[in-house]
Structure formats: structure tokens, C-alpha cells
């Protein structure tokens, strides 16, 4: 089987090493951006002669972003190559499109390597699929803002000393606001969500809140009080049903999920015959997402790769339903408005309040972010 690679950056680099040892694959092309690193025959600053090339069968993109990774997918899928992608972006924004594109042009669309890097998390959902209705997902699909977390909980690091050590780590992306704002673990859930449900989603319909504004003194709350914190995806369907957020959550500190340490990843799932299923594993890096890929190359090339279809018509609507932490930075008057009505207790935390609530949606929670996007406000629902 003849492959291209768009870009030669962490994770195609994985790939290209894994490859190495599998002669039966060839890697005849990789497209770069920048002359200087012109350092290899088979490399190539023009897509079109990756396009225009009828012996490359397979086309990987980790370029990142959402253009022009949309329109090299495209122009692949047109050109009747199957594409294989780790740009959880591009994919969150157009994944219907190019579920289309590929049936349209009879070749495989997979993407495995856009999230929980080496776990193999689709390609299960998939599986559990084909005899369970999966009903909910959850988990931790960022290494970034678990190593961040896990450092603060355990090593009592502060916020902005972690953040660095991880960029320093190369887990982070090149603008870490996707990390710690959740827009990176929103894809995630996007992609996980439409394959778990069979149905499509619309990535901008998912609240997000992030680990931003999270502080030393609520670890040091929620350790006292048996809780540990993690940035996590949930979605959940009910019938013709579905709901998805993201959002810190507050776990039991004997849970599963709260000790996932450092840059891991958890992806859990439901179904009604399996049950719980759990996946733990490297979130990130170039050998974990590369081996990612190269499953999914393998599955096509041996005719085992499944096909997306998004067969079903859902509604988002207001399914998932918490408690939650909500600590307000003083001189904020204005979170009654908002929060007034759900409120059980409330106490102090230095010179900040904390309000803990009754069973409320992510909506009304999320609304009082949105107001007051500014202010350091850090939220966690219980999970
Ligand atoms: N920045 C991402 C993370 C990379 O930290 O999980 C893998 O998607």
C-alpha cells in the first residue's frame, strides 16, 4: 500500500518510524510547509502531487487546524484515496462532510488517532455498537489538563508552573488555551458522541468550561473533602435524545478516574449488554497517536475498517444533570441572579465564595460563565 503524509511534524514522525518496520507499507510522499526541511527525496511542498499521484492509495493528516486540512482531505477523498486523520478540529467541524465525501467516492474515513491518542477508543465504541446501544461516555481526553491537575493534587504545584513543564513536555497544543479552556476535549467529544450515537453533531452545541481559573486553595478544599478533580467529557442519549458538555467534575478520590495520573487519558462507555467498558492509556505523543493511525491504515488495507454512517436523527437536549462547586471571586454581585434559586450552602474560601448547588442542568451553570467571562470563576459539577 502506497501512503502520503501531510506534514512530518510529532505524530506523523510516529508514524513514519512505525511504518519503518512494516514493508508492506510505503511511504511515497510527505508533504511539508517549510523548504528548509526539505531533507528526504519522497518530501514535497506541493499537495498536488500527492493528489494528482494515482499510485498513493492512503493519505495521513496531522497537519492540525482547520484549513487547509479540510481541503486536503477533501481533494483526497475526491481523488478516491482512503484518509486517515489525528486533526480533531477539522474533524469536530466537518465530520459529516467528509463521512459524505468518502462514501461518495467509495474509500475509508477513519479516525481513530483524533481522540484518547493510542487508546482505542472509536474503533470499540464502533464494536460495542454493533450489539449495544451505547447510552452514555465520559472521560478524560486531554494529557495536558490531567498532567496540570494531577501535579496540583499531588505535588501541590500551582497552575502556571505545571502549564509551562507540560509545553516544555510538547503535550500541549501550540495555543494551550485549547487545553485548558476545553476546546481541544469539546472535539473529542463531538467526534466520540456523533460515533457512540450514530448521529451527527454539531461541536458548537457543547457548553464548555475549563480548568483556567482553578486555584490552589480548591484542591486543597476538595482533597479535605474526599474529592478529586478532572476535566472531563460527558454525553449521554435517551431514546431520539442526546447531551454532551464539557466540564471540570468532582470524583471520588478512590475512583478509577481520579487517579489517572500525569498526561493519561480514560475513555469510558456504556452499553446495555457490556456494560461499563473503561480505556486507559497515552492521550498524546507521536508513537501512541502514531500507532493510532496505523491501526486505522491496517484495518483498511485488510478490509476491517468500519464505516460511519451518522443512520440516526437525534436532538440535543437537556439530559446531563449535576451538582455543582462553584466558586465566585470576590466582588462578582451579580451570581444570585443566576444561581440564587439552586442554591444549598454556601461558605467562604479566602476572600472568595463558594456556593455548592442543588441538582441544576450545565446550562444554568453555564450561563453565569457566560456573563461573567472576565471574572475568575471556576466551576466542577459532581460527577
Ligand atoms: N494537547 C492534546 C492533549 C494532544 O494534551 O491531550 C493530544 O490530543
Redesign the pocket.
Known amino acids: 500500500m502506497n501512503i502520503a503524509l501531510l506534514g512530518f511534524g510529532v505524530v506523523c514522525g510516529g508514524v513514519y518510524d512505525i511504518l519503518k518496520n512494516m514493508p508492506e507499507y510505503n511511504v511515497k510522499k510527505i508533504l511539508i510547509r517549510n523548504p528548509a526541511k526539505l531533507t528526504m527525496d519522497c518530501m514535497t511542498l506541493d499537495f498536488a502531487d500527492i493528489e494528482n499521484d494515482s499510485e498513493i492509495d492512503l493519505v495521513v493528516e496531522a497537519i492540525g487546524g482547520l484549513h487547509p486540512a479540510r481541503e486536503y482531505i477533501l481533494a483526497a477523498l475526491n481523488a478516491k484515496k482512503h484518509v486517515v486523520t ?1 486533526n ?1 478540529a477539522v474533524v469536530a467541524a466537518y465530520f459529516d462532510e467528509f463521512v459524505a465525501a468518502a462514501k461518495e467516492n467509495g474509500v475509508k474515513f477513519m479516525v481513530e488517532a ?2 484518547g ?1 493510542g487508546i482505542p477508543w472509536i474503533k470499540n465504541l464502533q464494536r460495542v455498537g454493533r450489539i449495544d446501544k451505547v447510552t452514555k461516555l465520559h472521560g478524560i ?7 496540570i491537575l494531577s501535579a496540583m493534587t499531588c505535588e501541590g504545584k500551582d497552575f502556571s508552573d505545571v502549564l509551562k513543564t ?1 509545553q516544555e513536555l510538547g ?3 501550540a495555543d ?1 488555551s ?2 485548558i479552556d476545553g476546546d ?1 476535549v469539546r472535539n ?1 467529544c463531538a467526534i466520540s458522541a456523533a460515533i457512540a450515537f450514530d448521529t451527527k453533531v454539531d461541536v458548537n452545541s457543547i457548553m464548555q468550561a475549563g480548568i483556567r481559573h482553578i486555584t490552589k486553595a480548591d484542591i486543597d478544599w476538595f482533597k479535605e473533602n474526599g474529592l478529586v478533580c478532572k476535566l472531563f467529557a460527558t454525553a449521554v442519549c435517551d431514546k431520539d435524545n442526546f447531551d454532551a458538555v464539557v466540564e471540570p467534575v468532582l470524583l471520588g478520590c478512590d475512583t478509577v478516574e481520579a487517579n489517572v495520573p500525569k ?1 493519561y ?1 480514560i475513555t469510558c462507555l456504556y452499553g446495555e449488554t457490556i456494560g461499563e467498558v473503561k480505556l486507559y492509556g497515552q ?3 507521536g508513537l501512541p ?1 502514531g500507532n493510532a493511525i496505523v491501526q486505522d491504515i491496517i484495518d483498511i488495507n485488510t478490509n476491517n475498517a468500519f464505516d460511519i454512517s451518522f443512520g440516526k436523527e437525534m436532538n440535543k437536549a437537556e439530559i446531563i444533570r449535576g451538582k455543582y462547586y462553584i466558586r465566585i471571586p470576590a466582588g462578582l454581585e451579580n451570581y444570585t441572579e443566576f444561581i440564587g434559586d439552586i442554591t444549598e450552602k454556601t461558605f467562604t474560601l479566602g476572600d472568595d465564595t463558594v456556593v455548592v448547588t442543588t441538582e441544576t442542568t450545565p446550562a444554568k451553570i453555564h450561563s453565569l460563565l457566560d456573563a461573567n467571562k472576565d471574572k475568575a470563576v471556576f466551576v466542577a459539577r459532581y460527577f
Open positions: 489525528a480533531k483524533t481522540s491518542g481526553m486531554n494529557g495536558t489538563s490531567n498532567f507540560a503535550y500541549a497544543e494551550p485549547a487545553d481541544d473529542k498526561n487519558n492521550g498524546a505523543g497517536t
